[in-house]
């Protein structure tokens, strides 16, 4: 399974839409739009899971830097979460 990030999405286009996009490359078995919590407005990147590596491969190269809904998406390889990089929560002052 090949995790793909997309970014510098239009934040009118849904998860459906972004679906599609990639559909068009190979099987997509799923595709997530960020939301942020307090206001329910996407954050304007989102994932897409592909099983075939080569099928996502090929819908990277196809599909970074083309206008996706207005707006000129960015697309490549999810690279894994590193929490080290996050910075540290801050601790409630009681």
Known sequence: MTNI?????SYQLTEEQLREAFAAFG????AKIII???TGQSKGFGFVEMPSKEEAEEAIRQLDGTPLEGRNVRVNEARPRDDNNRPPRRQPRW
């Open 36 to 38: 942020d919590r307090a």
């Open 5 to 9: 990030y997309c970014g510098n999405l």
């Open 27 to 30: 099987e997509v078995a799923s």
